[in-house]
């Protein structure tokens, strides 16, 4: 009788996972070294808040979503209650200021990174775990702080490698839109809504999409019908001409806005602190040309309740066949004062801006800005005579005490085996002390980079070769300056 079969898992990760490798961690470590630097200047103190949260914490307060449990990954603990994977950093946020309030300066200022998790439906580009870096400030009413924010958000783009033009910050205040809606009659709490997720979707489906969303609703290439907001002609061409009031400077888009919401409170209150994010933007030095006043922004998170924000990369790359890569947004936030209070009943007035960590760095690597996924030059001391590992891993750590980032060969095999794995690893330089070089008291030291400097646009190949030969030989007490001048050719 044969024996039964074992049984092998198959080889597979999740469905809407990714593995992330060593130069996409590089870049991304890089940006969210690089943001933190920036909200650490400008005072914000880190937090770390745990990956579950209690589903009763989270609320309603999910994308695109009114349900408790929609759109995260729950599970029941063994006391009965229910946790969910976070799915942002403001919602935790919220429940920690509420939690410790008593104990928190006002404002409190704290930024934040890490995984967040959606349990939804995964498509191109589309992750259900990805990383988003966060500065928030709690307790401050103030559009300055609001203001602050949107300058915070310029200097984080600009620290990471991007220059004036690369890239704006689009800034609205959703009181206006309700403004607009509160002189067509339009204001209802789910009308607002449907008409919020229109406005949002104006980049991707265009004017015509937005107004089918607008009124009876919009089939989509799959067949899936979308119900509108139901307005009539007239209040889809009021809402359009909201939409369209951007362009030029703050203060011509204000003017604009003024005339569309005169008789509405909350309207004229959003018209107010856009003037004064305008007159402290300015102040601070962030001119129209890193900071625009855009209508169209309105955010889709439904717990907004003043200004909001977009980081937009303008600048393109291109793929292999020529055709420009258009990034859009990378990074938004704003105003949402009732968060805090769904804890404690308490208004606490709070604001945020937020980053997608995979989505920014995968950017600035196509766009090649900002030194992003550049790794260290690695040196790989090489296993000559196998019966002496413990001299090659002491090697190894000599240069990593000198400051260069080195491995000794561990896995076995001839010489060829391991300078194969050397180039496969992108080594800058390959380290040999064979039995020959022992014996005489030298180290050979193998840059094996050269085939890629030659290959570039060098005058005289001939004179480079004799300044810079590929393999040198040096004394025993002087490799480890052999092998820094071998890889400083290629700082």
Known sequence: ??????????????????????????????????????????????????????????????????????????????????????????????????????????????????????????????????????????????????????????????????????????????????GVLETIGAADAERRMRVLRAADKLDRLGRDGVALLLGEGRKDESGDFTEGAGLDAAGIDTVLSFLDAGGGSRGDVIARLEGLVSDSEAGRAGIAALTEIDAVLSAIGVADDRAVFDPSVVRGLGYYTGPVYEAELLATAHYDDGKPIQFGSVGGGGRYDDLVSRFTGQAVPATGFSFGVSRFAAALRALGRGGLGEQRPLVVIVAAEKERSADYLSMARELRASGLRAEAFVGGGNMGKQMKYADRRGAHAAVIVGSNEREEGKVTIKDLKLGARLAANIEDNKQWREDQPAQITVDRDAWVAGVHEVVSRYK
């Open 1 to 178: 009788m044969s024996a039964k079969k074992r049984f092998r898992p198959k080889a597979r990760k999740p469905r809407g996972f990714e593995d992330r490798t060593g130069d996409v961690l590089r870049a991304e470590q890089h940006l969210i070294s690089k943001a933190s630097q920036v909200y650490d200047d400008w005072g914000f103190e880190p937090l770390q808040t745990p990956a579950f949260e209690y589903a009763e914490a989270l609320g309603k307060f999910l994308p695109d979503e009114e349900r408790p449990n929609e759109g995260v990954f729950a599970l029941e603990d063994d006391d009965g209650q229910w946790m969910s994977l976070r799915y942002d950093h403001t919602a935790p946020l919220a429940r920690f200021v509420a939690e410790h309030y008593q104990d928190l300066n006002k404002p409190y200022r704290r930024y934040q990174a890490g995984d967040v998790w959606r349990n939804e439906k995964p498509g191109p580009g589309r992750f259900r775990q990805f990383v988003q870096c966060d500065a928030d400030t709690v307790g401050s009413a103030s559009p300055a702080a609001d203001a602050e924010m949107i300058a915070l958000a310029a200097e984080v783009m600009s620290a990471v490698g991007l220059e004036t033009g690369d890239f704006l910050v689009r800034v609205n205040d959703r009181r206006i839109l309700d």
